[in-house]
Structure formats: structure tokens, C-alpha cells
């Protein structure tokens, strides 16, 4: 690998945060909400960088980035967040170069995942790099590598089987209920939150419940309308929150929200047996209400504990998802090595194609016109196989050697002698 490549890659870096070294209540002071993504990019936008992508999940909060300017997004980072230095001191990472690459495919690929093999984060991770497109800051360098990854990530879901089974947040959720709650069939639902969260869980619920008692609200109205027209089921304004909170036994919330949205004057003095799973990070489910009689809640964090034997399958296919990665992670460093030859290897092939028509030019006048086509002919078969031959040594060789540059004089040498 050449300096040059080298020097390029120690420009990407990811910093964040994740559910790896971090407890849910300080991982919640690090979320961004969507405006905060915006803000971040724009202000990185103001400063002359170009490569940036802005990643907040229940489960991580990370910034990719292609920049010298390493300290400048720790501090962007931490001005944008509720956390603060020593938080992030403690429980944060940053990586560079490869390790950053190598931590992007297992993100994506779900085997970072809290829950292994959740293929939910793929499109978390495009959506990020999708506004971070809209916005200019994708540069060619991050748009190959998030290609790679994504490519690779697909590769995986297809040709293993670490997806297989109910493991994914949403599809805890619903294990979750299905072990807990013996009336199923019979007891009513309230779903508070149609995000891509809420949207998954209602899809899964309903798979196990052969009537239609779940009630959806969300705090945009027409999201929730849009969903049970879908699905066949009922919905609410956020004004009726009370009412069903009220009628509900089992509480699902996923608003996403940066502070709580289920708070105990949503109880009213309700002395009903209550399930209630929150699946938002932050917790969008008052810490209060942990603390009501008949009332059992039950977070991200504490759902992890109640997966299937689903997990280890999973845990068996990360030897196949990582021969795939690292695959994709060759052809990767294989594209950066033409990309940063090309502008010698169009130089090789113009230099060869200028010697060639500066010598037909001075032979022409003593050549008739057939002669010199065939002189051409020739001599265009010879400076093509010699371009060939050239790239193809630059290729191989340039893996072993610092400059591509001394890798042509090498040559040229070699074809004097």
C-alpha cells in the first residue's frame, strides 16, 4: 500500500457511542434528534469538510468522517449532544483508517448489532447517508466505501443465515409479549410510536393475534392513520393518549423521542395490571412510572436479556459473515489502488502514444500511404502491449513499493537494457 493511500486512510475515522460500553441512561445524552443531524452537517458543511455522515440509533450514536480534523468533529459532536467530555472520555471510541472500515461492515452488517444479525441498522445507515448526499456531504471517498458495505451487507443477508429467527428489537418485543402475556388473543394493545421501530413491531404483533385489538397513535396524526389503514387496526390523536393508556394492557412506546412522551398523569390513578415495553433510546417511558403499583416496564436493554436460542444460530454464521466482509474489504483497497494510479497510468499511456506519432510523423514523408497504415497498425499493437504489460507491473508492484513513480522509471529501465 502506497504512502499516499496510507495518509488517505488515516482521514476516515468514525467517534461515537453504542450500547457496547454504555449504559442506557448516559447512551440517551448522546441521541441526536433529526435537527440536530441537520445542524451537525451544516455546521461541518461551513467548515470545509466534505465527508460526513451522521449516525444516531437506539443503540449508537456515530459520526463517520473524511477529514485531518479529527478533534474539531469530537467537538462538534460534543456540542450537539447532551453528554459531555468525560462521558465520552469513558465510554466513547474513535477509529481510524482500517479499524474504522472494518467496525463500518459489521455495523452494517449487523454483526455489531445489540441483537446479532438485526439487518434493521442497514437502513438506518443509508438513510444517514442519504441526507448527508442531500446535503453535499458524501465525497467520492465515502460514497465507494459506503457502497462496499452496503453491497457486502446484502451479500451477507442472502448467503447466510444470521438473520435467521426473532432477534431484532422489534421481534423481541413481540417474543417478549408472546412468553409474558397468556391472554393474547383477548387483551387490547396500545402502540404509542409509528416510526420504523413502531412500524416493525405493529407488523410483527399482529402475525400473533388473530383479532385487531391494538391502537395506534403517534404525535403526527396522519402517520398513525396511515398505519392502521394498513394494518386494519384503530387509531387515535395524542389527545386521547389518557383514555387509552386507560383501556390498554400491554404499552408499546417507540416515539423516538429526546425526553419522556409516556409520563404518570397518563395513568389517572389506574390501578389496572399493565405491561409496558419501551423501545426508545432515549427512554420515552417516564422513570416514574417503573415505580407504579401493577405496572411492569421493560426497556431496550432488558429485552436483549429475553431473545431466543435464535442468538447463538446467528453467532455460528459470524465466521461466513466475516470471510464476506473481508472479501469486500480487498475489492475496496483494490478500487483505492487504481483510483490513485490512474493519473499516472493515463500519463503512462499518453507519453507511449506521443513517442509513437513523433516517429510516424518524422517517417511519414518517406513512407507511401499503405505503408504507413501499416506501419501504424504495427506500431499501435506494440505501444498497446507495452501500456499493458507497464499497468499491469504498476498494479502488482505498486502493492509492494512506496512510489509508483520509481515503479515506472524500473521499467523503462528494464526496456533500455
Not at 457502497?147 to 443465515?161: D, G, M
Not at 416493525?200 to 385489538?213: E, P, V, Y
Request: net charge negative.
Amino acid at each position: 500500500m502506497s504512502s499516499q493511500i496510507r495518509e488517505n486512510l488515516q482521514k476516515l475515522f468514525v467517534l461515537g457511542i453504542s450500547y457496547k460500553k454504555t449504559a442506557l441512561e448516559v447512551r440517551g445524552k448522546f441521541s441526536f434528534t433529526a435537527e440536530q443531524q441537520e445542524n451537525l452537517l451544516k455546521e461541518a458543511k461551513e467548515n470545509q469538510i466534505d465527508g460526513f455522515v451522521v449516525l444516531s440509533t437506539c443503540n449508537r450514536t456515530e459520526i463517520y468522517a473524511h477529514t485531518s480534523q479529527s478533534e474539531f468533529i469530537t467537538d462538534l459532536f460534543l456540542k450537539y449532544s447532551e453528554g459531555n467530555r468525560e462521558d465520552f472520555d469513558s465510554h466513547g471510541y474513535t477509529l481510524f483508517g482500517n479499524d474504522c472500515i472494518h467496525h463500518l461492515y459489521r455495523v452494517t452488517s449487523g454483526l455489531d448489532s445489540q441483537i446479532i444479525g438485526d439487518f434493521q441498522i442497514v437502513g438506518q445507515v443509508k438513510n444517514a447517508v442519504q441526507l448527508a448526499e442531500e446535503m453535499g456531504m458524501v465525497n467520492p471517498f465515502l460514497n465507494r466505501l459506503f457502497s462496499f458495505a452496503f453491497q457486502a451487507s446484502k451479500k451477507i443477508k442472502t448467503n447466510t443465515e444470521i438473520s435467521k429467527g426473532a432477534a431484532s428489537v422489534s421481534h423481541a418485543a413481540v417474543q417478549y409479549i408472546k412468553d409474558k402475556v397468556s391472554t393474547l388473543e383477548s387483551c387490547n394493545f396500545l402502540l404509542y410510536g409509528t416510526g420504523d421501530i413502531g412500524k416493525d413491531t405493529c407488523g410483527n404483533l399482529l402475525k400473533h393475534m388473530n383479532n385487531r385489538s391494538l391502537t395506534l397513535i403517534n404525535r403526527t396524526e396522519a402517520k398513525a392513520e396511515a398505519l392502521a389503514d394498513k394494518f386494519n387496526v384503530k387509531y387515535q390523536s395524542v389527545s386521547k393518549l389518557i383514555e387509552e393508556v386507560e383501556k390498554a394492557e400491554v404499552i408499546i412506546v417507540a416515539t423516538g423521542a429526546p425526553q419522556p412522551t409516556l409520563l404518570p398523569e397518563h395513568f389517572n390513578g389506574s390501578d389496572q395490571c399493565k405491561l409496558i415495553l419501551d423501545l426508545s433510546v432515549p427512554r420515552n417511558v417516564h422513570p416514574e412510572i417503573d415505580k407504579l403499583d401493577h405496572v411492569l416496564v421493560i426497556t431496550v436493554d432488558e429485552l436483549s436479556k429475553h431473545i431466543s436460542d435464535a442468538i447463538q444460530q446467528r453467532k455460528d454464521c459470524i465466521p461466513q459473515a466475516e470471510g464476506i466482509i473481508y472479501g469486500s474489504i480487498s475489492e475496496f483497497y483494490s478500487w483505492l489502488e487504481v483510483k490513485y494510479l490512474s493519473p499516472v497510468i493515463i500519463a503512462l499511456k499518453e507519453n507511449l502514444q506521443k513517442v509513437q506519432r513523433k516517429e510516424l510523423d518524422y517517417h511519414k514523408n518517406k513512407l507511401t500511404d499503405d505503408e504507413l497504415k501499416k506501419v501504424e497498425h504495427i506500431t499501435s499493437n506494440i505501444v498497446n502491449k507495452i501500456a499493458r504489460a507497464c499497468i499491469n507491473h504498476l498494479k502488482d508492484h505498486h502493492k509492494k513499493q512506496s512510489s509508483p513513480m520509481e515503479t515506472i522509471d524500473m521499467i523503462f529501465k528494464d526496456l533500455d537494457s
